[in-house]
């Protein structure tokens, strides 16, 4: 089965660091990209970044540069969204989300994640 | 950033109704615009992309049409499962930017 599952939930202090993931299955995993989307509680949908596992070129929203690392490992087929300093503004759910088509950065996401919360709170 | 903007922000419709959203781009993105449908705890799901075409499995009563800055997004007769939250997403450049939403409500 194509698919891609995200780590779970998660709770954490502000200030702490937190890597989140995501590991796809059932497809070729070097060749397409893989995107993180961010939405807030009771929010829209907003894209954060978008890496290509292949050879890990990474390009960020600039409202997410500098805010968040994205990176890859393809040795276990898995995407991670990283924080060095959370924050509790960065309370939301996380997807995880592929192009239709390989090789494609700029393109409608077809498949995606279950999402994973991240909770912060002193 | 291309910034997207739909309309309206919400609507409340009977079943069976027409119901139709619009999405606007800031500048053109020639046909490079997906639709997605959202319900509540659940991840977002692609209904309609480069416009006008149907992603595999979703019912003919979806449909889309525009190009350049002004899109469409209709639903020819409403059902009750199509009570859902439903965004626009350009992929024309790298930000991929969405829309805010358009919350549907069945009446």
């Known amino acids: 089965e194509v698919q891609l599952v995200q780590s779970g939930a998660e709770v954490k202090k502000p200030g702490e660091s937190l890597k989140i993931s995501c590991q796809g299955s059932?497809?070729?995993?070097?060749?397409?990209?893989i995107a993180w989307v961010r939405q807030m509680p009771g929010k829209g949908l907003e894209w954060m970044g978008i890496i290509y596992p292949g050879d890990s070129d990474t390009r960020y929203s600039p409202s997410f540069q500098g805010q968040v690392t994205i990176s890859a490992d393809k040795s276990i087929n898995t995407v991670y969204l990283q924080w060095s300093s959370l924050k509790v503004s960065d309370i939301a759910m996380y997807y995880c989300a592929r192009p239709k088509q390989q090789l494609v950065r700029d393109d409608a996401f077809d498949l995606w994640g279950q999402g994973t919360m991240v909770t912060v709170s002193s | 950033d291309i910034q997207m903007t739909q309309s309206p922000s919400s609507l409340s419709a009977s079943v069976g109704d027409r119901v139709i959203i619009t999405c606007r781009a800031s500048q053109t993105i020639s046909s490079f615009l997906n639709w997605y449908q959202q319900k509540p705890g659940k991840a977002p799901n692609l209904l309609i992309y480069?416009?006008?075409s149907l992603q595999r499995g979703v019912p003919s009563r979806f449909s889309g049409s525009g190009s350049g800055t002004d899109f469409t997004l209709t639903i020819s007769s409403l059902q009750v499962e199509d009570s859902a939250t439903y965004y626009c997403q350009q992929s024309y450049n790298t930000p991929g930017t969405f829309g805010q939403g358009t919350k549907v409500e069945i009446k």
């Open positions: 480069a416009a006008s």
């Open positions: 059932g497809y070729s995993f070097t060749t397409y990209w």
